[in-house]
């Protein structure tokens, strides 16, 4: 077994105590044996099935912070907070799955399309959201930074709905107006519907656990260290959606794993946003009359602009950038022997993972 494998196990074996804890707690209010057998099904479908990257990383972070191994107390509590961010994320996508009348979700049915559950999703998802904090209060109701993770959990989760509402209202699937996209709203979608959640949540979360303080000194400078890693992992992260548009457009199914869809769906990516930002008056006429159809010749007209306006171009430049920008951000934290400081291999791992990514 890899040791990626490995880690993934082990993490996937402390949500089998984290789902018993949950369902347990329904079990001590004397809930039925209906509602307890919901509520286990609700759980393992829509929490554990995902890459999981959110989650794991809370450890990895912790671990990084820390110069060492996570004893068996340490591990559990980073995998809490890590499960946490996975029932965040699973609260999210079955709200998503309802709004887009999605079909399918991690190669099985969506939880609202499963037999017998329709709108009672609507209710589950909001379960799958209020288990995080039922799980914080067991688990760090004694913890000086309790009340650090409460508020950063509930904050990130307004932050991610604001990103969801401009998205919706920007660029619903069955109206589309192109005059309401621009890369600026592009940005600040992503930056609120993705980044914050996926990227600083994480590392936030391990770096409140850790006990990194919220400011300190260290080679005669003045660290804030949560700013210093909002700092960079909100524009990591808003590269790493604009990597995965430019890789719906541009990767070939047998690599990316899936047919892009972002044409035919009318998503505000970053693709369709740069188009529009230097097209010709022709080719912006093209867009208007075959973005967001679901038709192929439709599809291919508007890729054939997008090769026109060099988009493959544009990309590589932005990413080759955005590249160098983050790592002198990187190479910025100074860093100390004592383990409760930010360390630059928290940001680099991330980095790493996603450059040039190719799928």
């Not at 999703?121 to 959201?129: K, R, S």
């Amino acid at each position: 077994m890899s040791d990626k494998a490995a880690r993934r196990a082990k993490f996937e074996g402390a949500w089998t105590r984290i789902r018993d804890e949950l369902v347990g707690y329904l079990a001590g209010e004397d809930m039925p044996k209906e509602a307890l057998e919901w509520f286990t099904k609700n759980l393992d479908h829509n929490v554990p099935g995902g890459k999981l990257n959110r989650g794991m990383s809370v450890v990895d972070t912790a671990e990084i912070i820390k110069g060492a191994k996570l004893d068996e107390d340490e591990y559990y509590k980073a995998a809490v907070l890590g499960w946490g961010v996975e029932l965040l994320q699973a609260f999210f996508l079955v709200a998503d799955d309802i709004m887009d009348n999605s079909i399918t979700r991690r190669g099985q049915p969506c939880w609202y399309r499963a037999p017998g559950v329709g709108m009672v999703a609507v209710n589950d998802g909001i379960m799958l959201e209020a288990s995080i904090y039922y799980l914080l209060r067991k688990h760090f109701r004694s913890e000086p930074y309790y009340v650090d993770l409460l508020e950063l959990f509930l904050e990130t989760t307004f932050q991610t709905e604001m990103g969801q509402l401009i998205d919706l209202i920007t660029a619903p699937e069955d109206h589309v107006d192109l005059s309401k996209f621009s890369l600026a709203k592009h940005s600040k979608i992503v930056i609120y519907k993705t980044a914050y959640y996926s990227f600083y949540l994480p590392v936030a979360l391990a770096m409140y656990m850790t006990r990194v303080p919220a400011s300190y000194v260290l080679d005669g400078k003045t660290v804030e260290p949560y700013k210093a890693a909002m700092d960079i992992l909100i524009p990591l992260g808003e590269y790493f959606q604009i990597q995965d548009d430019f890789l719906d457009f541009s990767a070939p199914p047998e690599i990316l794993g899936k047919i892009g869809t972002d044409i035919v769906d009318n998503k505000c990516s970053w693709c369709i946003n740069m188009a529009l930002a230097v097209v010709t008056p022709e080719q912006r006429a093209v867009l208007d009359a075959n973005y967001g159809k679901k038709d192929a010749a439709a599809e291919a007209r508007v890729k054939e602009v997008f090769e026109a306006a060099d988009l493959r171009g544009r990309y590589a430049k932005y990413e080759s950038e955005v590249y160098g920008r983050l790592n002198e951000l990187i190479a910025g934290i100074p860093e100390g022997p004592q383990p409760a400081t930010l360390k630059r291999a928290v940001f680099t791992s991330f980095l790493e993972k996603i450059y040039k990514r190719s799928k």
